[in-house]
Nanobody, 124 residues
Framework: QWQLEESGGGLAQVGGSLRLSCAASGRPYSSHVLGWCRQSPGKAREFVAGIRWGRAATYYADSVKGRFTISKDSAANTIHLQMNNLQPEDTDSYYC?????????????????WGQGTQVSVSS
């Protein structure tokens, strides 16, 4: 069963930065896409950023493009999300997930178990 553990959330001011980390319980396959989703109470989970493990190709939601950077540490089976120029609308619970394509926020790998997530709050 796949498990990913998120860390690194917190409180930031508008324009500030936070760095999220996500450690996988096992080594992803090169074809896997790992990434971040976010969700507010009563709203659907939405895609934030993803990285294909083998080629390290990166993908971003339009709302975070140019501000967030996703990266991977292959030796540690970990991905990171560097969030710069944070805005109030970035306030959410952030979850990491793994899938076979960019739809991992709604269709993660079979056997994947969602973690607790990490809260990001941006104050103005």
């Amino acid at each position: 069963q796949w498990q990913l553990e998120e860390s690194g959330g917190g409180l930031a001011q508008v324009g500030g930065s936070l760095r999220l980390s996500c450690a996988a319980s096992g080594r992803p396959y090169s074809s896997h896409v790992l990434g971040w989703c976010r969700q507010s109470p009563g709203k659907a989970r939405e895609f934030v950023a993803g990285i294909r493990w083998g080629r390290a190709a990166t993908y971003y939601a339009d709302s975070v493009k140019g501000r967030f950077t996703i990266s991977k540490d292959s030796a540690a089976n970990t991905i990171h999300l560097q969030m710069n120029n944070l805005q109030p609308e970035d306030t959410d619970s952030y979850y990491c997930a793994v899938g076979s394509n960019l739809g991992f926020c709604h269709q993660p790998l079979r056997g994947f178990a969602w973690g607790q997530g990490t809260q990001v709050s941006v104050s103005s």
